[in-house]
């Protein structure tokens, strides 16, 4: 296996032979993975993280998502090409491959408003969870926005740079640039 990647009820991963696969709960297709017919296709990431009814994935720098649309989380902006991808519950980022950051679907609490950045900046990645977003731009600043519900977009300032984030219901935790874990919003559930 590739990549691994669980969801609310269901899990998706790519298989060593870049072959998407899902399986779980299937409320509302989740699980089942687009077929491609073309066998040159390969599937280079695949996200159902916090991906309450929908997961999405990239194909040779296509963005696909299946499952629950009805608050268009599964309809990717279209003419671009894509190198990472996170489905959210109802609403799904990803950064194209010129280093914009894009969501889409519901944007309730701001989750899919992506703040502006000024000059010409690129993002490394994107994670999107239920009610808030998060990213990390090229510089490793990491950037929250949504709901601030239990301080879940609130970044430690005493961190400069970040390597990785993962956000979820009412929390992110993220792994700085040395190698540190650090975790902020609710710990209700330890």
């Excluded at 992506?114 to 990491?142: D, E, F, K, N």
């Excluded at 519900?149 to 400069?160: C, Q």
């Excluded at 390597?163 to 559930?189: I, M, Y």
Aim: one cysteine or more.
């Amino acid at each position: 296996w590739n990549h691994i990647s669980a969801g609310s009820f269901f899990t998706c991963g790519i298989a060593s032979n870049f072959s998407a696969y899902c399986w779980g709960q299937d409320y509302a297709q989740q699980t089942k993975v687009p077929i491609v017919f073309n066998t040159t296709m390969r599937w280079t990431a695949i996200s159902s993280s916090a991906g309450y009814h929908h997961s999405c994935g990239i194909m040779n720098e296509l963005a696909l998502c299946w499952g629950d649309d009805s608050y268009k989380q599964s309809s990717p902006p279209p003419g671009r090409t894509w190198k990472q991808i996170s489905a959210g519950q109802f609403h799904s980022c990803g950064v194209t491959t010129d280093g914009e950051a894009l969501c889409w679907g519901d944007n309730l609490y701001g989750q899919s408003a992506v703040p502006p950045q000024t000059g010409s900046v690129s993002w490394r990645m994107t994670s999107a969870g239920h009610y808030h977003s998060c990213g990390i731009l090229a510089s490793g600043q990491a950037l929250c926005w949504g709901s601030t519900m239990y301080g879940a977009t609130a970044v430690p300032k005493d961190v400069s740079s970040w390597s990785n984030l993962a956000v979820g219901r009412f929390h992110t935790c993220g792994v700085s640039s040395s190698g540190a874990l650090r975790c902020w919003g609710s710990n209700q559930d330890g």
